[in-house]
């Protein structure tokens, strides 16, 4: 049975990433890289890659893969021994080659891709529901207007809407389906299809399955 400790995750916009990957780190025992997060770390900063990034976010669209890949790398170089799950990350086809370039020189390699592959008109309902918390970043379509985590205030995102969905989207069709078809083409991806509205928990449950199937 293969071990499963390098992760990563990918899906559509609204899909639910943020959720499962929760749900993977605790079961894998994995630290997430979240690109999102950090991305915001950098912005909170006011340094030169948070603020290149901002011009891009602000405006909805997708942050340069030499930015991204910058802040990827110094992560990554800290964490060798560490089992972890990059959520967000890579984007692009360039930004999974540069992974495993990166990767190689270290002589280490991802070990499995998860696919969340959920239907555009079920993401559009999700998407239209969902806030945001304004510190931890955690994602609910309950309507809260206090984070359940931690206590701060949760906002709709400024790019919630189905203008600027429709262009998050696109760049999904268009830059990240090809990554998942990238490392599905090594045989690295697990693939979850999701068509109709449910519990989160059923979700993870399909997507353990299909790891433990994966790792025998």
């Known amino acids: 049975m293969k071990t499963l400790k390098r992760f990563v995750l990918v899906g559509g916009p609204a899909s639910g990433k943020g959720t499962q990957a929760r749900y993977l780190a605790q079961a894998f025992g994995l630290h997430t890289l979240s690109t999102g ?3 915001r770390q950098e912005i909170e900063a006011c340094s030169d890659l948070g603020r290149q990034a901002q011009s891009f976010m602000d405006r909805a669209m997708l942050v340069p893969d030499e930015v991204v890949n910058d802040i990827v790398r110094g992560w990554l170089s800290n964490n060798d021994e560490t089992p972890w799950l990059l959520d967000g990350y890579p984007r692009t086809v360039a ?14 390699g991802v070990d499995v891709v998860v696919w969340l592959d959920v239907a555009r008109e079920l993401i559009e309902a999700r998407m239209l529901k969902r806030k945001e918390c ?49 490392y599905a083409a090594k045989g690295m991806a ?3 299809r999701v068509t109709e509205e449910g519990e989160p928990e059923e979700v993870s449950l399909r997507i353990s399955q299909k790891l433990k199937e994966f790792a025998e």
């Not at 930004?95 to 002589?107: I, K, P, V, W, Y």
């Not at 304004?134 to 790019?159: F, H, N, Q, W, Y």
């Not at 429709?166 to 990240?176: I, M, P």
């Open 134 to 182: 304004t510190k931890c970043g955690l994602i609910t379509r309950d309507g809260e207007s206090v984070c359940p985590d931690c206590g701060s205030e949760m906002r709709v995102r400024a790019d919630d809407n189905l203008e600027a969905f429709a262009r998050r989207w696109q760049d999904y069709e268009s830059l990240t389906v090809p990554v998942a078809n990238y």
């Open 95 to 108: 930004q999974a080659e540069t992974l495993d370039s990166f990767m190689r020189e270290r002589g280490l």
């Open 190 to 192: 697990v693939r979850v």
């Open 37 to 39: 997060a950090l991305l």
